[in-house]
């Protein structure tokens, strides 16, 4: 059985930092990609950062150079360190395994 668990949410000042983990069991870890997407209210879900079976990464332009994804192999754990946080960044995020398993999400909150 497959399962992404997120955690690593919260309320966070501007300017502040979070950083996302997502535990995967049940899969190959490693083959292909995991991402992050996040989704606010009323709009679609979009992506947020993946990283690929090569250690490749790709980011949204929204998110370049304050965002950075990274894995632990043999944790099978995904993270997501978010510096800098902005309002526009309140989302619910989720964990991703190539586009077809997903997490249940973890809310994120940047307000002063």
């Known amino acids: 059985q497959v399962q992404l668990v997120e955690s690593g949410g919260g309320l966070v000042q501007p300017g502040g930092s979070l950083r996302l983990s997502c535990a995967a069991s049940g899969i190959i870890f490693s083959i292909y990609y995991m991402g992050w997407y996040r989704q606010a209210p009323g709009k679609q879900r979009e992506l947020v950062a993946r990283i690929f079976s090569s250690g490749s990464t790709n980011y949204a332009d929204s998110v370049m150079g304050r965002f950075a994804i990274s894995r632990d192999t043999a944790k099978n754990t995904v993270y997501l360190q978010m510096n800098s946080l902005k309002p526009e960044d309140t989302a619910v995020y989720y964990c991703?395994?190539?586009?077809?398993?997903w997490g249940q999400g973890t809310q994120v909150t940047v307000s002063s």
């Open positions: 991703t395994h190539n586009g077809a398993y």
